[in-house]
């Protein structure tokens, strides 16, 4: 066997078990040298020093240090960070593209599961499944339980905001069913809509129309509040508005007063603040359906981010290239 790059495990110790598991760091380990009992959680730490002065790839995760140009430095041999979640810019620095080392991310595989909730949720919320069953619950009546006029998803209005990873696979998951979707996203135009199958519109129009709107934008200082109190109130009488993307991306206090009034509904897997803090009424009120950014991969899911590495440093080793590069002049607009 030829010798293998030496590697080194850089994030919270406690997730290297649940990304890798042993099937899965076995397939690692065919391409990398890497020992799952050394973990780096302080780059800095001088018992590190020699290991990492001879790594050449790091598996970064949740919890990897920052990698600025210090420890940059002390990994002279350094040639690839392969991030085993999804986005890297908690920790990555400009200094790491510019020393040329190639930088992947897991962002695609952990898209599916947020994307697969978000199908859920959508498809539960045209039910009006989340305000029924809280009615229920709180009238305890054994009548009302014949057929309901103005629900279901038979060719029910959904408006998808920004063409993400996640929210072309929403679309992508979408497309099976009786639905009406539409997409807004300023760095997409006419054609690239029409290759995801859906009309591309404005986002004052799709707020007006849609009956679902789901959110999938990074959040950036131009995107804070994208879905705002004028936003809020373009939305028709009985919409439901999913997010599971940033919690900064909708303001919170303006969505509050709408749902207090009764006029929307809301699914929210992130919030912000998060979490959000015990005395929120987002807590109490029957048309706030939150969860606890759970949507990302979780349990068995995690799997399948190491697994995405795995694979990346076979093809990272074998000269073929990575499948998930990240691009630093796209980072900024990504999430």
């Given at each position: 066997?030829?010798?293998?790059?030496?590697?080194?495990?850089?994030?919270?110790?406690?997730?290297?078990?649940?990304?890798?598991?042993?099937?899965?760091?076995?397939?690692?380990?065919?391409?990398?040298?890497?020992?799952?009992?050394?973990?780096?959680?302080?780059?800095?730490?001088?018992?590190?020093?020699?290991?990492?002065?001879?790594?050449?790839?790091?598996?970064?995760?949740?919890?990897?240090?920052?990698?600025?140009?210090?420890?940059?430095?002390?990994?002279?041999?350094?040639?690839?960070?392969?991030?085993?979640?999804?986005?890297?810019?908690?920790?990555?620095?400009?200094?790491?593209?510019?020393?040329?080392?190639?930088?992947?991310?897991?962002?695609?595989?952990?898209a599916l599961p947020v994307a697969e909730y978000t199908l859920a949720v959508?498809?539960?919320?045209?039910?009006?499944?989340?305000?029924?069953?809280?009615?229920?619950?709180?009238?305890?009546?054994?009548?009302?339980?014949?057929?309901?006029?103005?629900?279901?998803?038979?060719?029910?209005?959904?408006?998808?905001?920004?063409?993400?990873?996640?929210?072309?696979?929403?679309?992508?998951?979408?497309?099976?069913?009786?639905?009406?979707?539409?997409?807004?996203?300023?760095?997409?135009?006419?054609a690239g809509a029409a290759e995801l199958g859906v009309p591309l519109v404005?986002?004052?129009?799709?707020?007006?129309?849609?009956?679902?709107?789901?959110?999938?934008?990074?959040?950036?200082?131009?995107?804070?509040?994208?879905?705002?109190?004028?936003?809020?109130?373009?939305?028709?009488?009985?919409?439901?508005?999913?997010?599971?993307?940033?919690?900064?991306?909708?303001?919170?206090?303006?969505?509050?007063?709408?749902?207090?009034?009764?006029?929307?509904?809301?699914?929210?897997?992130?919030?912000?603040?998060?979490?959000?803090?015990?005395?929120?009424?987002?807590?109490?009120?029957?048309?706030?359906?939150?969860?606890?950014?759970?949507?990302?991969?979780?349990?068995?899911?995690?799997?399948?981010?190491?697994?995405?590495?795995?694979?990346?440093?076979?093809?990272?080793?074998?000269?073929?290239?990575?499948?998930?590069?990240?691009?630093?002049?796209?980072?900024?607009?990504?999430?």
């Amino acid at each position: 066997m030829p010798e293998r790059p030496q590697a080194l495990f850089a994030m919270t110790a406690e997730n290297v078990p649940l990304v890798f598991p042993p099937a899965v760091l076995a397939r690692l380990r065919e391409s990398v040298d890497v020992d799952p009992a050394v973990v780096a959680e302080d780059l800095t730490d001088p018992a590190l020093a020699d290991l990492l002065a001879r790594t050449e790839i790091l598996v970064t995760g949740w919890g990897c240090p920052r990698l600025d140009a210090a420890v940059l430095d002390a990994a002279p041999k350094l040639r690839a960070v392969l991030h085993s979640a999804g986005s890297v810019k908690g920790f990555a620095t400009p200094e790491i593209w510019r020393r040329g080392i190639a930088v992947s991310s897991a962002a695609e595989a952990n898209a599916l599961p947020v994307a697969e909730y978000t199908l859920a949720v959508i498809l539960l919320a045209g039910k009006d499944v989340f305000v029924r069953r809280e009615r229920a619950r709180a009238e305890r009546a054994p009548g009302g339980w014949g057929v309901v006029p103005g629900i279901g998803n038979h060719g029910r209005r959904i408006g998808v905001i920004g063409a993400s990873r996640i929210g072309r696979k929403v679309i992508e998951l979408l497309r099976p069913f009786d639905l009406a979707v539409s997409l807004t996203d300023p760095y997409v135009d006419e054609a690239g809509a029409a290759e995801l199958g859906v009309p591309l519109v404005g986002l004052d129009d799709l707020l007006r129309t849609s009956e679902i709107v789901t959110v999938h934008a990074p959040e950036t200082p131009e995107t804070r509040h994208l879905v705002g109190r004028r936003e809020l109130a373009l939305m028709p009488d009985g919409a439901v508005l999913v997010n599971t993307a940033r919690g900064g991306l909708v303001d919170t206090d303006a969505l509050v007063e709408e749902l207090r009034a009764g006029r929307l509904s809301a699914v929210l897997d992130v919030t912000d603040p998060e979490p959000l803090p015990a005395d929120s009424p987002l807590h109490d009120l029957p048309n706030a359906f939150v969860t606890p950014h759970l949507a990302g991969s979780q349990g068995n899911e995690l799997a399948r981010l190491g697994l995405a590495v795995a694979e990346e440093a076979q093809r990272f080793v074998s000269g073929a290239g990575l499948a998930c590069p990240v691009d630093y002049a796209e980072l900024e607009r990504t999430a």
